[in-house]
């Protein structure tokens, strides 16, 4: 327990302990709400490698432009029964938009997220490079660079850690 004890001082959290006469004992564990570790897609937008988690993505599906309906100006992609508005993934990270936009033959991938409204919408993305287990730190920089989107569940972030540079 002391090495447990330790290790959570240094990522600056706490341990309490609880004993209740006949019952047992409760143990405590606390994290900062800044520390979190998840599961992401890594995918790029424009230049730049991004982290996406994966909790509240509910489906990849790679398309092509005619899989998509324009509704008065608005493009939705339909799965099934089910039409779900289409935003870029560029455009709610507040980057320039894909030239290659809608000249892409060979199809793009597309991801439906739930937020946390419970509403699925539809996130159109450059490429995706991989998956991985990230341990993320988010910082206050990266809002202010606004090179974050974040619409619990669903969140992206900047990933520049050495060990993604490379597949950048």
Do not use: C
Request: no cysteine; net charge neutral; aromatic share 8%.
């Amino acid at each position: 327990m002391d090495v447990v004890h330790s290790r959570l001082l240094q990522l600056k959290g706490g341990v309490s302990l609880h004993t209740t006469s006949g019952k047992g004992m409760e143990i405590e564990l606390r994290l900062p709400a800044t520390l979190l570790s998840t599961y992401a897609l890594l995918v790029r937008a424009r230049e730049q490698v991004f982290a996406i988690s994966s909790y509240g993505v509910l489906d990849i599906h790679y398309v092509t432009d005619e899989q998509l309906q324009r509704v008065g100006g608005e493009s939705f992609f339909r799965s099934g029964d089910e039409l779900y508005a289409l935003s870029e993934l560029d455009s709610l990270l507040n980057l320039p938009g894909d030239r290659r936009g809608n000249d892409r033959k060979s199809g793009f991938p597309l991801l439906l997220v739930r937020q946390e409204n419970g509403v699925v919408q539809a996130v159109r993305v450059q490429e995706i490079i991989d998956s991985s287990e990230l341990v993320v730190k988010i910082s206050v920089a990266i809002y202010r660079n606004r090179r974050a989107w974040l619409g619990r569940p669903f969140w992206v972030m900047a990933a520049s850690p050495p060990s993604l540079t490379s597949l950048s």
